[in-house]
């Protein structure tokens, strides 16, 4: 799928989660529902970090760009070191590395133990970068035509609105982690969320994704998970705009709004 499609799909994941929560007796505060949200619309467009042309590799301009190329290399070392025997060499790494569960589980946790660790600035790194691909996810259009550095003012002050709101008792940072020392742990989890999710997206394209590695199908370890293949479409296709983007948004609302408990 495409950027603004990953992102819709992750926020509409979060606010998903959000309802089981407030299902389950649990419910978020609210701006641990928001925040989530939007880290979760970021991370969604995460994985393709693995292609030099995707929205995430242009967001924060030289410094996006290289990092891009540099997964892309690690993509593909690690492709070309585990490949199955019925898998040739890749000369890329694109839909390898970064688009499994383990790529997912290891990045959140990463960035749980340096919300956990590294304090308030480190908190505010995350929101911001996650801020700002959401800006340029879900407001895709708005994003293109506008500079990179308001872009960038947006994430911002988001970041730190966001983050002063949930360091104040009982509004987020505290979250599902209550233990001394453990302010912000949680932060990682619509990372992972934003990810997998990305990569259940990508299983209904045509190439499908191998969010199973390195678990062996076949003589594979890189096996293109997907839907049946008559239900396969390409990314950027018509089914894209004009069903799943409408369900997604649809889902999202819904789930937001039980999980805010407007629904009793």
């Known amino acids: 799928m495409m950027g603004p499609a990953h992102s819709l799909s992750g926020a509409t994941a979060w606010l998903g989660v959000g309802a089981a929560f407030y299902a389950l007796g649990e419910p978020m505060p609210w701006p641990v529902l928001l925040a989530g949200t939007l880290i979760c619309a970021g ?65 959140g946790a990463g960035f749980s133990a340096a919300a956990s660790a590294g304090g308030r600035w480190a908190v505010l790194a995350i929101l911001f970068v996650h801020m700002v691909l959401a800006v340029e996810g879900l407001l895709w259009r708005a994003a293109r035509v506008s500079s990179d550095v308001l872009v960038w003012l947006l994430g ?9 709101i949930m360091d ?44 199973l590695w390195p678990v062996p199908i076949g003589n594979k370890r890189w096996y293109p998970v997907g839907t049946p293949r008559f239900m396969r479409f390409r990314a950027g296709h018509w089914v894209e705009h004009k069903v799943l983007m409408p369900a997604f948004g649809l889902a999202g609302t819904a789930g937001g709004c039980y999980a805010l408990g407007f629904f009793g």
């Open 168 to 211: 104040q008792p009982g509004y987020g940072a505290n979250w599902l982690f209550a233990g001394e020392g453990q302010e912000y742990l949680w932060l990682g989890l619509p990372i992972v969320v934003g990810s997998v999710v990305h990569t259940i997206g990508d299983a209904l394209t045509i190439s499908g994704c191998p969010v």
């Open 43 to 107: 991370a969604a467009l995460a994985p393709d970090l693995d292609q030099k042309s995707a929205t995430i590799s242009r967001a924060f301009g030289p410094l996006s760009r290289s990092l891009a190329i540099l997964i892309d290399k690690l993509a593909t070392v690690v492709f070309n070191a585990t490949r199955g025997a019925g898998e040739r060499k890749r000369s890329g790494g694109h839909r390898t590395l970064t688009h499994t569960w383990v790529w997912a589980v290891l990045v």
């Open 156 to 164: 911002a002050a988001g970041a730190w609105i966001l983050a002063g």
